[in-house]
């Protein structure tokens, strides 16, 4: 049985002469949840594109030193810079978005309210929340081998979405019926960037559709039957990068 590969992301201010020093979550992760012991090797990445492998040198429940012994350059990134534009969905259904959409490589969300939007989140519980999806975020990366962390942007009115992708998006909209996403693979195979625009639970409202037409951004149709949002959003992004990987 292959041993398990344990991956985590350090900020770069913590990486330097060859070490790698680990936050105190991390620490506490590593020697009360993992049990690792000195000798034992983790993986490491800052976002830089390099993925470092760190041999611990020392070990206790408040502290983790590893030693970096290799640096790589692994291809799991990919080619499309995707942003995920997501309207704002009830319960946890932006959490399985985030950590399905980081695994597939998406690579930045932003969570808009729109028209639709049901949740109202207070303001007390604003930042804890996105603090949260970040997380989320930050430990699919780890899991998927990626080395970089995507952004989490949020939360934000839709209208400043569609100013944040200078025109060059898509919005999956149910009632488009001529112009559907295959074409528009073919467009992110031969651009570097690419917004894509998710709504929430009953979909985008004509005039934001309007709205986002204006701004220069597509509307497709996703096919024939009606996805749920958190379906759209992962089938999509995946169609999208899986088409930029194979031009």
């Known amino acids: 049985m292959m041993a398990a590969r344990h991956r985590f992301y350090v900020p770069p201010e913590r990486i330097s002469y ?12 590593i020697a009360n949840v993992l049990r690792l012991h000195v000798g034992d090797t983790v993986y490491v990445f800052d976002n830089s594109g390099k993925e470092y ?9 408040r502290e983790v030193v590893g030693e970096i012994t290799q ?3 692994p291809k799991t990134e990919a080619r499309l810079r995707l942003t995920l534009v997501q309207g704002l969905l009830k319960g946890d259904k932006i959490e399985l978005i985030l950590q399905k959409c980081t695994e597939i490589g998406v690579s930045a969300f932003i969570i808009a309210t729109t028209a639709r939007s049901v949740p109202k989140i207070p303001e007390e519980r604003l930042v804890p929340r996105i603090e949260r999806w970040r997380a989320v975020v930050r430990e699919a990366a780890e899991q998927s081998g990626r080395v970089r962390v995507p952004d989490v942007r949020g939360i934000v009115p839709l209208e400043e979405a569609f100013s944040l992708t200078d025109g060059n998006g898509i919005i999956a909209w149910e009632e488009e019926k001529d112009k559907d996403i295959s074409p528009e693979l073919l467009q992110a195979a031969s651009t570097e960037s690419l917004a894509c625009f998710i709504g929430p639970e009953g979909g985008f409202s004509d005039e934001e559709v309007r709205a986002a037409v204006h701004s220069g951004i597509k509307p497709v149709s996703l096919g024939a039957r009606i996805l749920r949002a958190e379906t759209a959003a992962i089938v999509t992004s995946a169609l999208l990068i899986y ?3 194979k031009a």
């Not at 060859?18 to 620490?27: C, G, P, R």
């Not at 492998?53 to 429940?61: I, K, P, S």
Request: aromatic share 4%; glycine share 8%.
């Open 18 to 29: 060859n070490q790698v020093l680990f936050s105190t979550n991390q620490a506490k992760q």
């Open 53 to 61: 492998v760190a041999e611990l040198a020392a070990v206790d429940g």
């Open 71 to 73: 640096v790589t350059h």
């Open 243 to 245: 088409g930029s990987e």
